[in-house]
């Protein structure tokens, strides 16, 4: 089975404080996301990285950056927390082949106090 | 470009009654097609895709869906629900060939609730 690991469940983190989301995939997947999921807005696409140090902004960017130094792990950045970050953080990885199908990881739930 | 419209954005069943969640979608090429589930608090769990291959999907906890290229559908059924079954579904696009970032187009989301 495809495992997406996300090693941080909750987190409570103060505004102006640098948070690290981190995400390892065991399949050797080239594609790699990070989504926010907020009520009422759905899934968002905050950065995508397509290969190993190769990264492309998605629909909402900013207050945000990422790393992607191995296949494995692509981290999610939020160099100086703010409020309006509180929020469910999703990470996926995506196979080519088989559809090019997406695996979720569980979530990241993050509060900015 | 492509798009995804789930109809109901919210669907109550009794237990033990069949479940029909519906997504239509529109694309230039043929697509693969997805259902996901998502229980509270959780990430989402890929219940079933379709690659091209049948049209007919079977997926796991009983679900099913059915790739309609004439009604540019693909909904999700259950014959019997199960309490277990409420969660949020969601219908997902995808270019087959294109594997950039707008490949994926997600549908706004189908919340399940099961009545005792």
């Known amino acids: 089975d495809v495992k997406v690991t996300q090693s941080s469940r909750y987190l409570v983190k103060r505004t102006g404080e640098k948070v690290f989301l981190e995400c390892v995939q065991d399949m050797d997947h080239e594609n790699m996301f990070w989504y926010r999921q907020d009520p009422g807005l759905g899934l968002r696409l905050i950065y995508f990285?397509?290969?190993?140090?190769?990264?492309e902004k998605g629909d909402i960017p900013e207050g945000y950056s990422v790393s992607r130094e191995k296949k494995e792990r692509f981290s999610l950045i939020l160099e100086s927390a703010s409020t309006n970050q509180t929020s469910m953080y999703l990470c996926?990885?995506?196979?080519f082949g088989e559809g090019n199908t997406i695996y979720f990881g569980e979530g990241s739930w993050l509060t900015v106090v | 470009a492509q798009s995804v419209t789930q109809l109901d954005s919210h669907v109550s069943v009794s237990e033990g009654t069949p479940v029909l969640l519906r997504c239509n979608y529109s694309?230039?090429?043929?697509?693969?097609l997805f259902w996901y589930v998502q229980h509270p608090n959780k990430g989402l769990q890929l219940l079933l895709k379709?690659?091209?291959?049948?049209?007919l999907v079977k997926g796991i906890n009983g679900f099913e869906a059915e790739f309609k290229k004439s009604e540019t559908s693909f909904h999700l059924t259950k014959p019997s629900a199960h309490m277990s079954d409420a969660a949020e579904y969601f219908c997902v696009v995808s270019d087959r060939v294109d594997t950039g970032r707008r490949a994926l187009t997600f549908g706004s989301g189908t919340r399940l609730q099961v009545q005792p």
């Open positions: 996926a990885s995506r196979v």
């Open positions: 379709y690659t091209s291959a049948a049209t």
């Open positions: 694309s230039s090429y043929s697509p693969s």
């Open positions: 990285s397509y290969d190993v140090k190769m990264k």
